[in-house]
């Protein structure tokens, strides 16, 4: 792996948040009481939360200042129109609609355009748009390259969809079974890899030759663009502005979950150029969400969103934040933990089958690993893989487990020092050197869909 400089914060910190330290037999007995599930430890039992880069910013000053803005006008308030006037300008879509969150915008959208038995084709759906996907009586497909499975090979765009098997699909499915495609950006469920500007191009191309809808799930589509400036040909000039609009100008609409790249704790919106999809959508947007100028968020939520917006394109932030999560990837890298390479942008994916070669993924190694990270060091992280991934095989009943089996240690934004990296890396390398103690783990109970929320397990 290439040297990583860490560069200095391009922030000084004004506000703390004082963090507890926990014994063992503290967090023993939390794992007991929570089922061996992450899910259900308090946050304050935590000493560093990497569960999600979801929610968890840190906000700016300047984000703080802009609550106290906040107008509450039932209907059209001021900070409605700054938000539309920043999504605008980055996105280039006619209408935005704001929702609680990314799953709020999915869910309007898709209940709009899918239907049963139709077909949604994706990278690789994230466990809430395979969900709203599914819940439709639809089929969520995944359609990523396959370099993706290859943990190692060095792929500068790993997240990109295959355009042979989308044309391939569409042939075969009909287009007229496939309301809309979605495309990930970054792929949060295939390590957190970026998807480039010409296979962006290639997939619009295919979409509108066939008459389908393209879509962006762009949650952390400021991440997706610095690597496309770091790494695709003719874009080392052009600012993440410029890049991100070339993006969007290749679709017809996106989702956003506002709580990675708009750098806030809540909120989301769906954006789109379609007329009459977009009346459809405030009229569902109405009955669940609220009037469309606010659609579930406070004023003072719809004006942090804006100026995030806006301060997640500057490049020194850009910088910090991707060399934060490579700069743990080499610390684990280095020591001999198994991990996802390249690393993505969000997040570091440890590769839990080869971290826990002795336990079958039928005990669920990388929920295993979960629980060990946690009880050995109070750091929290998720599984990615055979809890929160796994189908049914509709015949024999069995689990179908999904090709990765991988917990991610998602980065906050803004939130973490070097030296609470260095403590995560310390753990996982003692753990890794003790592996063999740690236990598969059986399902005790489970409520599909999305049952990694709420599954407990016991030690086999
Ligand atoms: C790629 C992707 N899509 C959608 C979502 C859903 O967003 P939210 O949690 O705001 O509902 C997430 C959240 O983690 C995500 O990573």
Not at 69 to 79: M, Q
Not at 297 to 318: H, N, T
Not at 382 to 397: H, L, Y
Request: glycine letters at 6%.
């Amino acid at each position: 792996m290439a040297e990583i400089k860490m560069p200095v914060e391009p922030f000084r910190i004004k506000v703390v948040e004082p963090t507890q330290k926990t014994s063992r037999k503290e967090r023993e007995e939390l794992l007991r009481k929570a089922g061996l599930n992450v899910f259900n430890i308090p946050a304050e039992k935590v000493s560093i939360d990497l569960l999600t880069d979801s929610g968890t910013s840190a906000m700016s000053d300047n984000q703080w200042a802009g609550l106290m803005l906040g107008d509450e006008s039932y209907a059209g308030a001021k900070n409605f129109f700054h938000l539309e006037k920043s999504i605008k300008r980055i996105f280039g879509f006619s209408h935005v609609i704001p929702t609680h969150q990314g799953r709020a915008a999915e869910r309007i959208l898709f209940e709009a355009l899918v239907k049963e038995g139709d077909c949604v084709p994706n990278n690789i759906h994230f466990d809430t748009t395979r969900a709203n996907v599914e819940v439709r009586g639809a089929e969520a497909v995944n359609l990523c390259v396959d370099e993706v499975f290859d943990v190692s090979s060095e792929h500068p765009f790993k997240g990109n969809m295959d355009t042979q098997k989308l044309e391939r699909f569409i042939k075969e499915k009909s287009a007229e079974k496939i309301p809309l495609v979605m495309m990930t950006i970054t792929n949060n469920s295939g390590g957190g890899q970026p998807v480039s500007l010409e296979n962006i191009k290639d997939v619009s191309g295919i979409c509108r030759r066939n008459g389908i809808p393209f879509y962006f799930d762009a949650c952390r589509f400021a991440e997706n663009a610095y690597f496309i400036k770091q790494r695709e040909k003719g874009y080392q000039k052009k600012s993440i502005l410029d890049i991100s609009r070339e993006t969007f100008s290749f679709a017809d609409g996106a989702t956003m979950s506002a709580k990675k790249d708009a750098l806030v704790n809540i909120g989301g919106f769906v954006t789109l150029n379609n007329d009459e999809l977009a009346q459809k959508l405030k009229k569902l947007l109405i009955i669940s969400e609220g009037f469309p100028t606010y659609g579930g968020l406070a004023g003072r939520d719809l004006e942090a969103i804006s100026r995030g917006l806006e301060e997640v394109l500057e490049q020194d932030y850009l910088e910090h934040r991707i060399a934060q999560v490579h700069y743990l990837g080499k610390l684990l890298d280095e020591a001999g933990v198994p991990i996802y390479k390249p690393v993505g942008s969000h997040a570091v994916y440890v590769l839990a089958d080869k971290f826990l070669p002795h336990i079958p993924r039928d005990q669920f190694p990388g929920w295993a690993l979960t629980v060990a990270l946690y009880r050995e060091s109070g750091v929290r992280a998720v599984e990615i893989g055979g809890i929160m991934f796994a189908k049914k095989d509709e015949r024999s009943e069995k689990e179908i487990y999904p090709e990765l089996e991988l917990v991610r240690l998602a980065i906050p934004r803004r939130v973490y020092t070097v030296s609470h990296l260095h403590y995560v890396a310390d753990a996982l390398v003692e753990l890794h050197k003790k592996r063999e103690q740690i236990k598969g783990l059986k399902i005790a109970s489970q409520a599909p869909p999305l049952r990694h929320f709420t599954v407990r397990l016991e030690e086999v």
